[in-house]
Every structure is written in C-alpha cells, then in structure tokens.
C-alpha cells in the first residue's frame, strides 16, 4: 500500500489514500496502524475513495510531539482526525473505527455529526473501562515503559482472534505480530492511559443521527458479540453484521467477508 503524509497540528500523519467516489475512512485499532484494513481497501477503492491514517504515534506516523503530550486522548484524536480529513477535503465521510478506532469514532460521532455521511464500528464497545480494566491499562503502560513492547505483545495476542489453528489463522497471527511489534513502547503506553480516561459513550448513541454499521467477530474475546447487540439497541439507525470464524480482529481474519458487509452497508449512507 502505497502511503501519503499531511502535516496536521505540527504532526506528520502517514495514511494511504486509494480510490475516488464518497470518502470512507477506516481507523485502526491498538497497538496497530492503517494495514488491519488492507483487505478492505483493496476491497472497495473501485467505488469508494478509501482513507486509512495511522493516529500519531502509531505505524509511520509521527509521534505526538516532543515531550507535549498532553492532548493524546480519544477526544484529541478525533479533533485532531477531524482537522486531517478537513485538509484532504474528505468531509462528510462515512468513518469507520476498529476497536480503539472505534472509540475515536464515537467521539468524533458527538462532537462532528454534520460531518459524518454514516459510522461503522467494528469490534468495539460505548462503554468507558471498568476500575478492573484501568488498573490493566496501568500496569500495561508501566511495563511497556519498563520492558519495550514485546511483553505486551505477547500478552494481547492470544485474545486478539478467534481460537483457531488453521493455516490461514497462522499466517494472520504472524501478520498481526509483524504489526504490534512495529508500534513504539511509549506509544502503547500512552494510549494505554488515553483508553483508561475516554468517556462511557453509552448514553450518546441514541442520538447517532447516521446510518451505522456494528461489525463483530462471532468470537470476539475482548469486545464480545453482546457488546454489540448493546449498541445496535441503542442507535436509531443500526445494522449488526456478526462475522463467523472471527475474533477481535475480523478485518483482518476474515476480509471478504466484513469488505462484503461493508458493501451491503454504504449504499444507505451514500451513492458511489
Ligand atoms: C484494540 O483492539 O484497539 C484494543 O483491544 C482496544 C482496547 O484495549 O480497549
């Protein structure tokens, strides 16, 4: 995938940018970058124009500035995302998030509705983290600050797909691998406390005005299938597609598929 960069806010932000027609931008999730969506991409640049950024810090982005980091939260991302898409002229898009891009998503859903043509959320959840889970996010961002990243990726990778021993799931946990290790330590631990901070949306979603899209893996361990049901209850105008054969990471474990239920979706959000 051939990749573009814009300055936004003193940033370099890397993406690629594949395609014309309506914009459709795919965020990643943690500790990942733009290649968890390259299925979809590929999938649907004949009739989408399909932007997918690596957030500051992640894959070839840059990090998020020099010793000033006080604004990395998913409030800041998504100001930040609303300030790179203005730039590439990509308002109103349909923004879709995978997991902590779909925490981004939601924020920018409240804070930008005009903006949005229609959302996808993909293996994610409303609800802000328990006291369990921000106690989690702590010691993960201590020990990626101590260890590096590699501890943590070993840690997160087991619950990340679904149980699976077949070939093509080897290949994909090799991939997958591939990408967690390239995100910096100090990026993991950062984001870390921004997911520990981030707003309990759960509320907000019944005034989600667009079309929506809840994608989840049939086997999703971190943000189970009844996550989703949650949101499809509460937003007014929603769509749950549940992939079988996949987990947390469903574009990536199954790409035809959710490419396919992304198709079906689109066009009540916009005509390519
Ligand atoms: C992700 O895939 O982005 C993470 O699992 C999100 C999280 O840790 O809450």
Same mark, same amino acid.
């Given at each position: 995938? =051939?990749?573009?960069?814009?300055?936004?806010?003193?940033?370099? $932000?890397?993406?690629?940018?594949? !395609?014309?027609?309506?914009?459709?931008?795919?965020?990643?999730?943690?500790?990942?970058?733009?290649?968890? $969506?390259? &299925? @979809?991409?590929? !999938?649907?640049?004949?009739? %989408?124009?399909?932007?997918?950024?690596?957030?500051?810090? #992640?894959?070839? =982005?840059?990090?998020?500035? &020099?010793?000033?980091?006080?604004? #990395?939260?998913?409030?800041?991302?998504?100001?930040?995302?609303?300030?790179?898409?203005?730039?590439? *002229?990509?308002?109103?898009?349909?923004? !879709? !998030?995978?997991?902590?891009? &779909?925490?981004?998503?939601?924020?920018?859903?409240?804070? %930008?509705?005009? +903006?949005?043509?229609?959302?996808?959320? /993909? +293996?994610? *959840?409303?609800?802000? +983290?328990?006291?369990?889970?921000?106690?989690?996010?702590?010691?993960?961002?201590?020990?990626?600050?101590?260890?590096?990243?590699?501890?943590?990726?070993?840690?997160?990778?087991?619950?990340?797909?679904?149980?699976?021993?077949?070939?093509?799931?080897?290949?994909?946990?090799?991939?997958?691998?591939?990408?967690?290790?390239?995100?910096?330590?100090?990026?993991?631990?950062?984001?870390?406390? /921004?997911?520990? @901070?981030?707003?309990?949306?759960?509320?907000?979603?019944?005034?989600?005005?667009?079309?929506?899209?809840?994608?989840?893996?049939?086997?999703?361990?971190?943000?189970?299938?009844?996550?989703?049901? #949650?949101?499809?209850?509460?937003?007014?105008? /929603?769509?749950?597609?549940?992939?079988?054969?996949?987990?947390?990471?469903?574009?990536?474990?199954?790409?035809?598929?959710?490419? @396919?239920?992304?198709?079906? #979706?689109?066009?009540?959000?916009?005509?390519?």
């Amino acid at each position: 995938m =051939s990749m573009d960069t814009a300055t936004i806010n003193d940033v370099r $932000w890397t993406y690629s940018e594949q !395609g014309s027609g309506p914009a459709l931008v795919l965020l990643h999730g943690f500790p990942l970058d733009h290649r968890v $969506w390259a &299925g @979809q991409v590929a !999938g649907l640049c004949d009739q %989408y124009r399909v932007i997918a950024p690596d957030f500051p810090g #992640f894959g070839q =982005s840059q990090h998020p500035g &020099g010793g000033n980091v006080s604004s #990395f939260t998913m409030k800041s991302l998504a100001a930040d995302l609303h300030d790179f898409l203005d730039h590439l *002229r990509a308002l109103p898009c349909v923004l !879709g !998030g995978l997991s902590m891009g &779909g925490y981004v998503a939601l924020a920018f859903s409240r804070e %930008y509705p005009a +903006d949005l043509a229609g959302l996808i959320l /993909a +293996d994610t *959840r409303a609800q802000g +983290d328990t006291a369990e889970g921000r106690d989690g996010r702590e010691k993960m961002a201590a020990i990626a600050r101590k260890d590096g990243n590699r501890p943590i990726v070993e840690m997160m990778l087991p619950r990340m797909t679904a149980p699976d021993a077949s070939r093509d799931s080897v290949q994909v946990v090799k991939h997958l691998r591939e990408i967690m290790r390239d995100c910096p330590a100090e990026t993991i631990a950062l984001a870390c406390e /921004a997911m520990s @901070q981030r707003d309990d949306q759960s509320t907000a979603l019944a005034s989600i005005p667009v079309p929506t899209l809840i994608l989840v893996g049939e086997e999703d361990q971190i943000t189970p299938p009844a996550l989703a049901e #949650f949101m499809q209850t509460q937003i007014p105008r /929603a769509t749950l597609a549940v992939i079988p054969s996949a987990g947390h990471m469903a574009p990536l474990e199954q790409p035809d598929s959710v490419t @396919q239920a992304l198709l079906a #979706f689109l066009p009540q959000c916009c005509t390519p």
